[in-house]
């Protein structure tokens, strides 16, 4: 029996390009849309949306290239660009009706989630981050041995080909080490979530590969030029991390308010996986969040 988030429904929803992607819905009320991270797919949200769906509509989608939604070949760098990624959540809300909603992202979906804030600040009331700084600031800030708890980021930047073999060849292995090494609450993914996280990146390698190389190429790109051109979100932001900054030799909080005036930012005790970690402090930030 396959795993679902209570109470809700999932179907496919065909965005832009024909892709289509594969997404839960629930509640009723104003719109909040959830973007999970890596190495994980919607389920993430299991404890966190059917909370907000007492008072919103909920949805969950798989982002492109995971779980079960569209996974195109990455015939350009703008297959998996974030850029396009945050047009597909913007043809997921005209799918389904709205003209303006909450988002939220964790890790790879909050990748998407800054991108579709600065690309579609019309359609987006809400931004909510979770553990992550933008993609230009996450290159700026790695270096030297601290560096190395980023090393899939290197990896999964080189050129196609060895990449995708080398992950391929061992994939719950390396998918697994995220799962353990990010959290500090083992049993907050249970068994069963945790084989259906598997499963899903085994089949998924080279577009997660290619989403991981957008990273260190077209979307630092993207994200200079909002830089440069001195765009910024408008919108009310909430940035929730873990206190990875002090260990790194920077100020998360610091690097996020230039680009985030209105801007709201906590520290967690929970690990990487915080919406599985303390789902009940994650929902009351994205609750405190909305009502801004």
């Not at 553990?131 to 030297?144: Q, S």
């Not at 200079?224 to 206190?243: C, E, F, I, Y």
């Not at 801007?263 to 303390?278: C, I, K, P, S, V």
Request: hydrophobic content about 45%.
């Amino acid at each position: 029996m396959s795993i679902t988030i209570p109470g809700f429904r999932t179907r496919s929803v065909g965005v832009a390009d024909g892709i289509e992607l594969n997404t839960a819905v629930g509640g009723s009320g104003p719109a909040v849309v959830l973007l999970h991270g890596f190495p994980e797919t919607h389920l993430m949200w299991r404890q966190v949306a059917p909370a907000l769906a007492e008072r919103h509509t909920v949805v969950c989608p798989d982002l492109r290239g995971y779980g079960a939604s569209g996974k195109p070949e990455a015939l350009t760098e703008d297959t998996y660009s974030k850029r396009t990624m945050a047009a597909d959540i913007v043809g997921l809300a005209d799918a389904l009706g709205f003209d303006r909603f909450a988002l939220v992202g964790h890790d790879r979906g909050a990748h998407v989630a800054f991108r579709a804030g600065l690309d579609h600040p019309d359609r987006i009331s809400h931004l909510g981050i979770l553990d992550i700084v933008p993609t230009l600031d996450t290159w700026n800030v790695l270096h030297g041995a601290g560096a190395a708890v980023a090393f899939h980021l290197y990896l999964m930047a080189q050129p196609p080909g060895l990449p995708e073999r080398m992950i391929a060849g061992s994939a719950d292995a390396f998918f697994g080490h995220f799962l353990d090494a990010w959290s500090t609450s083992p049993e907050a993914i249970p068994a069963d979530v945790r084989a259906e996280y598997l499963r899903a990146c085994r089949e998924a390698v080279p577009s997660i590969v290619a989403d991981y190389r957008a990273t260190a190429t077209v979307d630092i790109a993207h994200d200079q030029a909002d830089l440069d051109a001195g765009n910024r979100l408008s919108m009310p932001v909430t940035v929730v991390q873990q206190d990875w900054g002090g260990q790194l030799g920077f100020d998360a909080e610091a690097i996020w308010r230039p680009w985030a005036p209105d801007l709201q930012h906590f520290t967690t005790r929970a690990g990487h996986f915080m919406a599985e970690e303390a789902p009940e402090d994650i929902t009351t930030l994205i609750l405190n969040l909305m009502k801004r």
